[in-house]
């Protein structure tokens, strides 16, 4: 009885282990089939989700360097502000959250199917973006009602910010996105959002602007999410721009000429070729062209006849009128043709060939020697000069002037100008050269075509007595030694002089400029932009005919301060401003006294 009972117990004792270890078994087999699946047969599922999504790098973008003026004071800067990133796969419905947004923030019906369709070319957890630049007061709406925009991200991105709005908008310019073309650039590759350069300083000097991008690696899980930082490397700061220009001295002068329609001036520092300031009217306020793009103020711009966009002071072409005649002036003296005390009895026009050449003075200037010409600015005296000069000799010494050539300056799109010679216009236009055009060439008239900075480059190398000056819109840190002219000393003082009477004698076409304050010496030039017929020209009624603004001359006005030992050059046009003397050359007296209340000129 009592085996039975111990072998009873130990068939029950059995059949228990058997039952564990059956459980054991299947719990083995199971783990075994796990992992065989796992490592065998979806081996290369798991390797590629780990290529794919295990490892993910972040460019970090760097921030653009600041451009300062030459005082240090603070010009183009970045300040905070944020874009707005929709991710889809954190939302269930892209449309609705929109739809939603909407409610607090406007979004236009064209931005919204564009961010749907972007949405829709994304590739997985990809970020899409819906506004940029938030500022505060949109910041604070979407923060407070974050629960009801599931998907949306805020990032804190810089802005720039142009300090001045448009007192610099042809010097600084401005940024904006990166075409096709600009993408293929070695030093934004790997950057395709980043905004660069598009014009002036912004774009001449993007690539020490930009800086280096940094780069993060970091671990995500299967949905994207961020799971840890592997390494990082931080990205490196544009370099700052200082600037040639004096804040003080463009504001000024922009004050002084931004009351005329289309007009500029340029001012250089002699000694280095500094610019101090550059002003073209009419401008635009860079700021309304990148913070909050205004379509209406955009197409404003493109549709405005006077180009506001364009920098007047490097792409404007104008005749230089009659402070061309220094040039004449110096070439004749030079290449000996006359002296200084020959007479030439001005009538009020001559007889060349077929035709009559007036000058501006229609009763005439009765004896001019070079020194009263240039003084007097009489036209008949300069075309018997053209006639013994030539024009190929006229534009030999232009040539070393920079008339007609690029200056070289650090900014986008300068126009070369026009320097006519022989050559050039039977290369240009296939054509004979007629000697009646060296006369009219004589008074800055004709073919040739100057821009606002290569007048004030010749100014400033006629002011140096043949310094090769060469303009430059960023500090020069270092004394330049600029090529000397092999021109004689004596010419540039005798037609100096002459600019001196031009402005402090009586019957000097600038005399009623001539400052109290400072001492400084000029010519002054009119630009014909229409044809006036022998009737009009004899017609009392014309000449006191108020014309149409587009029918006006320009003005034009070149100078030199202070007269003896001069610092700074200066050339002013307003366009159809009618005369150099009235319009442009008291613009140029108040920016000379302004200079000389800055102890610039002492």
């Known amino acids: 009885m009592f085996f039975k009972e111990i072998k009873d117990q130990n068939k029950i004792i059995n059949r228990r282990s058997l039952f564990i270890l059956s459980i054991k078994l299947g719990l083995f087999s199971l783990v075994g089939w796990r992992l065989f699946k796992i490592q065998i047969i979806d081996s290369q599922k798991y390797k590629t989700l780990s290529k794919n999504n295990q490892i993910n790098f972040e460019i970090i973008y760097p921030l653009r360097g600041k451009i300062f003026d030459r005082n240090n ?54 970020r899409v973006k819906i506004l940029k630049n938030i500022y505060w007061d949109d910041l604070e709406i979407i923060e407070a009602n974050k629960n009801n925009f599931p998907g949306l991200h805020l990032q804190n991105v810089p802005l720039r910010d142009y300090v001045y709005n448009n007192y610099f908008s042809h010097i600084i310019g401005y940024i904006n996105k990166p075409s096709e073309q600009d993408l293929s650039l070695p030093y934004i590759t790997g950057m395709p959002t980043l905004e660069i350069g598009r014009t002036g300083i912004e774009k001449s000097f993007n690539e020490k602007l930009i800086g280096k991008a940094g780069k993060r690696e970091i671990e995500v899980n299967a949905f994207g999410r961020e799971v840890r930082e592997i390494s990082k490397n931080d990205s490196i700061k544009g370099s700052d721009i200082k600037m040639s220009i004096d804040s003080r001295v463009q504001k000024y002068v922009h004050g002084q000429i931004n009351n005329q329609k ?46 506001p966009l364009n920098n007047r002071c490097i792409q404007g072409l104008y005749s230089p ?112 050269w007629y000697a009646g055009e060296t006369l009219i060439t004589a008074i800055g008239q004709g073919y040739i075509l100057t821009t606002p900075l290569q007048l004030a480059v010749m100014t400033a190398r006629f002011a140096s007595d043949g310094l090769i000056i060469k303009p430059s819109i960023q500090l020069q840190n270092e004394s330049i ?56 020209r004899e017609s009392d009624d014309f000449r006191k005919k108020e014309k149409e603004w587009k029918n006006k001359d320009h003005a034009l006005f070149i100078g030199f301060a202070p007269s003896k030992n001069p610092k700074y050059a200066l050339s002013i046009i307003v366009e159809h401003g009618g005369s150099g003397s009235s319009t442009a050359a008291p613009i140029a007296k108040n920016i000379f006294n302004f200079l000389q209340s800055l102890n610039l000129i002492t």
Request: net charge positive; aromatic share 10%; glycine share 6%.
């Open 73 to 126: 004071v603070l010009i183009a800067k970045n300040i905070k502000t944020y874009d707005l990133y929709i991710i889809p796969e954190q939302t269930k419905s892209v449309e609705a959250t929109l739809d939603e947004l909407n409610k607090y923030i406007k979004i236009e019906f064209k931005k919204k199917r564009k961010v749907i369709e972007l949405v829709k070319k994304s590739k997985k957890f990809d």
């Open 321 to 432: 009128g009659s402070t061309f005649k220094i040039i004449v002036a110096l070439a004749a003296l030079s290449k000996g043709v006359i002296n200084e005390k020959d007479l030439v009895n001005c009538e009020g026009k001559i007889e060349f060939g077929d035709r009559i050449y007036h000058c501006w003075k229609t009763k005439g200037h009765q004896n001019m020697n070079l020194d009263s010409a240039i003084k007097e600015s009489c036209d008949v005296y300069f075309y018997e000069l053209a006639k013994k000069i030539g024009i190929d000799y006229i534009s030999q010494f232009a040539k070393q002037f920079g008339i007609g050539e690029k200056t070289g300056v650090n900014l986008i799109n300068e126009k070369n100008g026009i320097n006519p010679s022989i050559k050039w216009k039977k290369d240009n236009l296939n054509e004979n």
């Open 481 to 536: 030694n600029f090529e000397q002219m092999n021109i004689k000393k004596e010419h540039f003082n005798f037609i100096k002089n002459s600019m001196f009477k031009v402005v402090n004698e009586y019957k000097g076409t600038a005399f009623k400029s001539k400052s109290n304050i400072i001492t400084f010496s000029g010519k002054t030039g009119t630009s014909q932009v229409k044809t006036i017929s022998l009737e009009e």
């Open 262 to 307: 289309a007009a500029s001036a340029v001012l250089i520092k002699i000694d280095t070729g500094e610019i101090i300031s550059m002003v073209s009217i009419p401008d635009y306020d860079p700021n309304l062209v990148i913070k909050k793009p205004n379509l209406e103020y955009w197409n404003s711009l493109l549709n405005n006849p006077l180009s």
